[in-house]
């Protein structure tokens, strides 16, 4: 065998959404500086297609990014996008100012699960609660991967983690059930074995007004999948879990972990324990969207009644 | 100013207004679009005031979740173009820290009024305290610099939110104005000018003329450290991203850049000394002893240094409006030849005792007149006073 690399012939057609991404426009290549395996490249792929395709005022659609493995993805998003790091769970307040500040925006909020629904759960609640027009991508990979792999409040019942070294036994909090509990009027779940169904979905928030919230369950092979057997979620079928310690296992694991909407309906709580339900949860355009709401306040006050 | 609405400013003439609301008149003067806030004791009449007057010039006023989001919220306000505020107290300044932290990393434009109570904990929440200055200067993680401004009634409340807002444009860096439970619940006289001399002192929120080489820091011609117009998103005036790491003007960090960069917040400041350091004197040219003092002390030493004036004893006050960043120069000139510094403040430590001792020979005493919960009485300085020439 030589060393060399893959050849290609000097006539290789290129990809059609290469030079959308930032080191494609400016590199001519794409890269990015996640872990061999993880999902957020697919998500960021996926994210700068649609906003390539819907051909997405960037001055409009401001992304507001919070801290996790997901805030590199600001190195890979769509070249032409105006991005902002938020701090760890801020990024709806953030959003909130800048939605409010200027009407005309539809900030897109990257979020992770424990940015989401850790740290930032109060703000989170409360945008959905406002029904601010923006759209939440909550990352669920169901660990804390940037610090090393720590135990989320979204890790799965009996899941390792470092600071679970033994097993998890605290209850996971679900934040699509949150969500709809709060008042957000889009919600769906989906994972990054589907990216057909995420691709629509964020078309569909994009039509949306009012707050969307999109949880995407993503793989994470290095702290999540090493240290967990695939059978995570099924213990009581008797099943030889293998570890997961690959893409293409935890990927697997993850179409056999989610359930359709559909068919959840007929199972019972036990069976749903460590199960991902995915599909839309809720859409209804009907409900007033806060800045909507202030515009009329605002036009109240202004004539003075 | 972007947006233009009659009812923005109050027709000129006296009114007796309370000093939260003659601050948030003073924010509206200069332009507030934004207002984000949580309600907290002494400040709780400015979120109150703003609520109703802020959907009637065309801005917003938010009642946010907390005081996190709060200021979150501001500051994305801010990055979008609009000239925003909020008002807290001592325990959700506590709060705020982080993100004043990351709005001086991003050069953010946003004023911060702190109305302060006692403290540590919850405290009595309705009664001054000083004691807030201390993480007024050293607000959240890193080096950074901040401005803060030290009113002492209701007049300067409104014309100093007018200048703070001012500061916050130019050097882009954190603007806090000290207030206190008293200051803030205070019902006095104020004028206000007419709209045209407002306009006339307010820097607007604007698009800079020229795009090119839009980001440096660096001046070519003079080689000195320029600040420029605030990025808006949603417009072609931003960085590539923005990113609350060391960077370089266009958002793109690296370690290289840390010690460039923090040099850069610091020295904004550090160099503008002279625009930014607004001090008054009082019977000073032939006085002995200096008081030294912010904020309400300053009303009592008025009276104070009058009666020991009657007595033929020399002495005369140096008033900080700037009290962040410490005007280390000119006290130095000012207590060269003191015979005594006294230093009435309302808190318990001393915060600027501290700041006057640094600069002060070590032979000229320094005497602190603490209060804490309440105000000094002319007694209680001219006491020290007596003793000192005694």
């Not at chain 1, 539809?106 to 945008?127: E, Y």
């Not at chain 2, 948030?24 to 949580?38: Q, R, T, V």
């Not at chain 2, 005031?49 to 919220?73: F, T, Y």
């Not at chain 2, 800079?208 to 440096?216: D, R, S």
Request: hydrophobic fraction near 40%; proline fraction near 6%.
């Amino acid at each position: 065998m030589s060393g060399l690399p893959p050849m290609y012939p000097s006539e290789k057609p290129e990809h059609p959404y290469l030079s959308i991404s930032m080191p494609g426009k400016y590199f001519n290549s794409y890269f990015s500086l996640f872990c061999a395996g993880c999902g957020y490249g697919i998500i960021g792929h996926l994210f700068n297609r649609v906003f390539e395709d819907e051909k997405l005022d960037p001055k409009l659609y401001p992304m507001v990014i919070g801290i996790g493995c997901y805030s590199q993805i600001l190195l890979s998003l769509h070249h032409a996008t105006q991005r902002i790091l938020a701090l760890h769970g801020r990024a709806p307040g953030l959003a909130t100012g800048m939605k409010m500040a200027n009407p005309k925006m539809k900030p897109i909020i990257f979020s992770g699960d424990g940015d989401c629904l850790g740290i930032g759960g109060n703000h989170f609640m409360h945008i959905c609660r406002r029904n601010l027009d923006c759209i939440i991508f909550i990352f669920n990979n169901s660990i804390y991967a940037m610090t090393g792999g720590q135990g989320a409040p979204t890790t799965l019942f009996g899941a390792m983690s470092t600071t679970t070294p033994y097993k998890m036994f605290e209850n996971r909090i679900d934040g699509i059930k949150l969500a709809l509990t709060a008042g957000a009027t889009y919600v769906a779940r989906t994972t990054v074995a589907h990216p057909r169904t995420l691709m629509k979905y964020f078309k569909k928030a994009l039509k949306h007004k009012g707050t969307s919230v999109i949880e995407v369950i993503t793989p994470c092979v290095t702290y999540f999948g090493r240290k967990n057997l695939d059978n995570l979620g099924a213990e009581n079928l008797d099943i030889k879990g293998q570890k997961m310690e690959n893409t293409g296992i935890m990927i697997d694991w993850i179409k056999r972990n989610s359930i359709r909407i559909n068919q959840a309906k007929f199972m019972t709580e036990e069976e749903l324990l460590n199960k991902y339900i995915i599909g839309e949860f809720k859409i209804d355009p009907n409900k007033p969207e806060y800045s909507e709401e202030y515009a009329k306040i605002k036009k109240i006050a202004m004539e003075g009644k | 100013m972007s947006i233009e609405n009659n009812k923005r400013f109050l027709p000129e003439g006296k009114y007796v207004m309370m000093g939260n609301v003659a601050m948030s008149e003073g924010a509206l003067a200069a332009g507030l679009e934004f207002f984000g806030g949580y309600p907290i004791t002494p400040s709780t009449e400015v979120i109150e005031h703003l609520a109703k007057r802020m959907p009637e010039v065309g801005g917003v006023c938010m009642q946010m979740e907390d005081e996190l989001a709060s200021i979150n919220a501001i500051m994305g306000a801010s990055l979008v173009g609009a000239k925003s505020m909020t008002a807290t107290s001592g325990p959700g300044f506590s709060l705020m820290v982080e993100t004043i932290s990351m709005a001086a990393c991003l050069e953010i434009p946003f004023v911060f009024c702190d109305v302060q109570r006692n403290g540590p904990g919850t405290g009595f929440v309705t009664e001054p305290h000083h004691n807030d200055l201390g993480l007024m200067r050293f607000a959240g993680n890193g080096e950074f610099g901040v401005i803060a401004l030290a009113p002492m009634n209701c007049q300067e409340l409104f014309d100093l939110t007018i200048t703070a807002f001012n500061f916050a444009e130019t050097y882009r860096c954190p603007v806090f104005i000290i207030s206190d439970a008293y200051l803030g619940h205070i019902h006095e006289a104020i004028y206000i000018p007419p709209k045209e001399e407002i306009m006339k002192k307010v820097i607007p929120r604007e698009l800079p003329n020229n795009f090119e080489n839009k980001f440096t820091y660096i001046d070519p011609t003079t080689n000195k450290y320029i600040t420029p117009k605030a990025p808006i998103m949603g417009t072609d005036y931003v960085p590539i991203m923005f990113i609350h790491q060391p960077h370089n003007p266009n958002g793109m960090s690296s370690r290289r850049l840390a010690l460039p960069f923090t040099q850069m917040l610091i020295d904004k400041i550090k160099l503008n000394m002279d625009k930014i350091s607004l001090t008054e004197e009082y019977k000073l040219e032939d006085a002995e002893i200096v008081i030294i003092s912010y904020g309400l002390p300053v009303r009592t030493s008025y009276r104070a240094v009058d009666i020991a004036r009657k007595e033929g004893i020399k002495v005369g006050i140096f008033r900080l409006i700037t009290v962040w960043p410490f005007p280390d120069e000119k006290v130095k000139k000012v207590v060269k030849d003191a015979k005594a510094v006294i230093v009435p403040e309302l808190n318990y430590t001393g915060i600027i005792a501290e700041q006057v001792e640094r600069v002060t020979k070590l032979e000229t005493p320094i005497i602190r007149i603490p209060k804490v919960c309440d105000f000094h009485h002319p007694n209680d300085i001219l006491e020290k006073i007596r003793e000192v020439v005694k």
